[in-house]
């Protein structure tokens, strides 16, 4: 927008320059043609009277300034002889303008070109006795102030359109001001961050917006608030009876010999199992879709190095190999809220363990790609079709190459959120060799200490 302000300044001023300053330059070019063909007439004119006088005082006067105008000015005068005047000056070449003076009596101004004016001035003007006096005037000088007079004013018009910009720049800064404090807000809240507010400032349109937006945030803050406090009471509320429930059922297995009634049991508990995750899954995910911290840089190597140390004792049981090729030297940083890649990864290797068969490698990856960080984990499970893959992060939708059914159908989608509110990218590929690749795009901070 300062762009467009500064433009739209710059335009204006120059066609105010156009409209003025060019009118008059061209006006004095104008006036500098006409007076000098007026002043060259004039001379013209008066030595045509002498020359027409034909007595020798006439004469010798006409040979005096003659000399004198050759000498002071860049024109040159020529006559044409007579038989009662011969002064020592050259005669003019013949021409239609000669012949127009001598025989029709009628002077002639000629410039030598449609445009401006050429190299000369030719002047012809008669004289009585059939006679003519010629002056060819060089108009070099009169170029030279041409380009003074428009050079002059081309200059004007650089400065003031420099000065217009810096100007304009100034003035386009102090509008635009609100809106930068309105897009800073706007920013801090696309990070999480629900206290800004935007300071009530510049006229009384950006006022409004400031207040109304405010009003907003201080609405949409409040609703937080509630949210959190909403998952802070069904946190407690369902995982307590589901506690409590699976504990009763630990209890009824223990007293109970009849083997069916065991497994009745059994199953009943893997439900409540199943539903205490699901649960902790609609948590997760509600406390993702609160999105009440801001993002910060983290050390990605301490994040990913923890994580895979907490999920290596799950693997070893299975057999599987949890492989990390993301060594760096410890500066590089993303930028998240805190815990959620904690979360994102502790989903996908879930996920992955569970697909995974015994003996198999997860592998676990990241690299630097310019501002964006690129973290992949590789699993060596069935993968998924084009079709699996473009519902995967819905809600509640599970895979059929899942070798358990203990998920709750939202890690995926628990993912999504975490990785999308930290204003980053996931998508899901087929690995070389069989399996999926997860691919987490994390925006990327400046390195510690650089």
């Given at each position: 927008?300062?762009?467009?302000?500064?433009?739209?300044?710059?335009?204006?001023?120059?066609?105010?320059?156009?409209?003025?300053?060019?009118?008059?330059?061209?006006?004095?070019?104008?006036?500098?043609?006409?007076?000098?063909?007026?002043?060259?007439?004039?001379?013209?004119?008066?030595?045509?009277?002498?020359?027409?006088?034909?007595?020798?005082?006439?004469?010798?006067?006409?040979?005096?300034?003659?000399?004198?105008?050759?000498?002071?000015?860049?024109?040159?005068?020529?006559?044409?002889?007579?038989?009662?005047?011969?002064?020592?000056?050259?005669?003019?070449?013949?021409?239609?303008?000669?012949?127009?003076?001598?025989?029709?009596?009628?002077?002639?101004?000629?410039?030598?070109?449609?445009?401006?004016?050429?190299k000369r001035l030719t002047v012809t003007v008669p004289a009585e006795g059939d006679a003519a006096v010629r002056i060819v005037y060089s108009t070099s000088d009169m170029t030279t102030r041409l380009w003074q007079i428009w050079g002059f004013r081309a200059a004007l018009a650089v400065l003031v359109l420099a000065a217009a910009a810096a100007i304009g720049a100034y003035a386009a800064r102090r509008i635009t001001a609100p809106l930068r404090e309105?897009?800073?807000?706007?920013?801090?809240?696309?990070?999480?961050?629900?206290?800004?507010?935007?300071?009530?400032?510049?006229?009384?349109?950006?006022?409004?917006?400031?207040?109304?937006?405010?009003?907003?945030?201080?609405?949409?803050?409040?609703?937080?608030?509630?949210?959190?406090?909403?998952?802070?009471?069904?946190?407690?509320?369902?995982?307590?009876?589901?506690?409590?429930?699976?504990?009763?059922?630990?209890?009824?297995?223990?007293?109970?010999?009849?083997?069916?009634?065991?497994?009745?049991?059994?199953?009943?508990?893997?439900?409540?199992?199943?539903?205490?995750?699901?649960?902790?899954?609609?948590?997760?995910?509600?406390?993702?879709?609160?999105?009440?911290?801001?993002?910060?840089?983290?050390?990605?190597?301490?994040?990913?190095?923890?994580?895979?140390?907490?999920?290596?004792?799950?693997?070893?049981?299975?057999?599987?190999?949890?492989?990390?090729?993301?060594?760096?030297?410890?500066?590089?940083?993303?930028?998240?809220?805190?815990?959620?890649?904690?979360?994102?990864?502790?989903?996908?290797?879930?996920?992955?363990?569970?697909?995974?068969?015994?003996?198999?490698?997860?592998?676990?990856?990241?690299?630097?790609?310019?501002?964006?960080?690129?973290?992949?984990?590789?699993?060596?499970?069935?993968?998924?079709?084009?079709?699996?893959?473009?519902?995967?992060?819905?809600?509640?939708?599970?895979?059929?190459?899942?070798?358990?059914?203990?998920?709750?159908?939202?890690?995926?989608?628990?993912?999504?959120?975490?990785?999308?509110?930290?204003?980053?990218?996931?998508?899901?590929?087929?690995?070389?060799?069989?399996?999926?690749?997860?691919?987490?795009?994390?925006?990327?901070?400046?390195?510690?200490?650089?």
């Amino acid at each position: 927008m300062n762009r467009q302000l500064i433009r739209s300044y710059i335009l204006l001023v120059a066609v105010a320059i156009l409209l003025f300053t060019v009118p008059v330059a061209f006006t004095l070019t104008s006036q500098l043609r006409d007076d000098t063909k007026q002043s060259v007439l004039r001379e013209a004119n008066t030595m045509a009277l002498l020359l027409g006088g034909r007595d020798r005082i006439s004469c010798e006067a006409l040979s005096e300034v003659a000399k004198a105008y050759d000498k002071e000015t860049a024109g040159t005068v020529q006559v044409t002889p007579t038989s009662d005047c011969v002064p020592d000056l050259p005669a003019p070449s013949s021409d239609p303008a000669l012949d127009l003076a001598v025989h029709q009596n009628r002077e002639t101004t000629d410039w030598g070109s449609d445009f401006v004016w050429g190299k000369r001035l030719t002047v012809t003007v008669p004289a009585e006795g059939d006679a003519a006096v010629r002056i060819v005037y060089s108009t070099s000088d009169m170029t030279t102030r041409l380009w003074q007079i428009w050079g002059f004013r081309a200059a004007l018009a650089v400065l003031v359109l420099a000065a217009a910009a810096a100007i304009g720049a100034y003035a386009a800064r102090r509008i635009t001001a609100p809106l930068r404090e309105l897009n800073a807000m706007a920013s801090k809240f696309s990070d999480g961050d629900l206290t800004a507010r935007s300071p009530v400032t510049g006229p009384p349109e950006t006022q409004t917006l400031a207040r109304t937006l405010n009003q907003g945030a201080e609405r949409l803050d409040t609703l937080v608030d509630s949210q959190r406090i909403f998952v802070a009471d069904a946190s407690h509320q369902l995982r307590t009876p589901l506690t409590a429930l699976r504990l009763s059922l630990d209890n009824i297995a223990d007293g109970v010999d009849d083997e069916f009634v065991r497994e009745d049991v059994e199953q009943a508990t893997a439900e409540v199992v199943r539903m205490s995750r699901l649960v902790n899954g609609l948590l997760v995910l509600a406390r993702a879709e609160a999105k009440v911290s801001a993002a910060e840089p983290l050390l990605l190597r301490d994040i990913v190095a923890e994580r895979l140390a907490v999920w290596r004792p799950a693997a070893d049981e299975r057999g599987v190999t949890i492989a990390w090729t993301g060594v760096d030297d410890g500066r590089l940083l993303v930028l998240a809220s805190p815990g959620h890649l904690d979360q994102v990864l502790d989903n996908v290797l879930s996920n992955a363990l569970e697909v995974s068969p015994d003996g198999a490698t997860i592998t676990v990856a990241y690299e630097a790609r310019g501002d964006e960080i690129l973290l992949t984990v590789r699993d060596e499970g069935p993968g998924m079709s084009d079709a699996e893959k473009s519902r995967a992060f819905d809600r509640f939708w599970r895979g059929q190459g899942l070798t358990g059914r203990s998920g709750s159908g939202l890690g995926l989608a628990v993912v999504k959120q975490l990785v999308t509110d930290d204003g980053g990218t996931v998508a899901l590929a087929d690995a070389p060799g069989g399996g999926l690749v997860v691919r987490i795009g994390l925006r990327g901070a400046p390195k510690a200490g650089g």
